[in-house]
């Protein structure tokens, strides 16, 4: 299994940016995936996560109404765009894939990808 996160980078307050997360060797009919973010001296937090088999998603409060998680199945990618971006966002994000039955507590995701940064400028 891999997860190929990409699409981090520098970005004034109040942009957008869009992460995308290329998944091998799972089914997105079995697994969930999740991003999640770690900044600076602070423990990893989850931020979104989608299941493709009952279209749930799901955001932490903090970026409601300002990021969106969806997939395509059929690129086996999962993206999350981020709009209105807050110089708290600033964090390296990460992709992650948990099997749908499983804990959904971020220490127990099963399979994580590389970081991607996110630079978030005042």
């Known amino acids: 299994v891999q997860l190929q996160a990409s699409g981090g980078g520098l970005v004034q307050a109040g942009g957008s940016l869009r992460l995308s997360c290329v998944a091998s060797g799972l089914s997105f009919d079995e697994y969930a995936i999740g991003w999640f973010r770690q900044a600076p001296g602070k423990e990893r937090e989850g931020v979104s996560c989608i299941r493709s088999d009952d279209g749930n998603t799901y955001h932490v409060d903090s970026v409601k109404g300002r990021f969106t998680i969806s997939s395509d199945d059929a690129k086996n990618t999962v993206y999350l765009q981020m709009n209105n971006l807050k110089p708290e966002d600033t964090a390296v994000y990460y992709c992650?894939?948990?099997?749908?039955?499983?804990?959904?507590?971020?220490?127990?995701?099963?399979?994580w990808g590389q970081g991607t940064l996110v630079t978030v400028s005042s």
């Open positions: 992650a894939g948990q099997n749908i039955a499983g804990s959904y507590v971020p220490s127990s995701w099963k399979f």
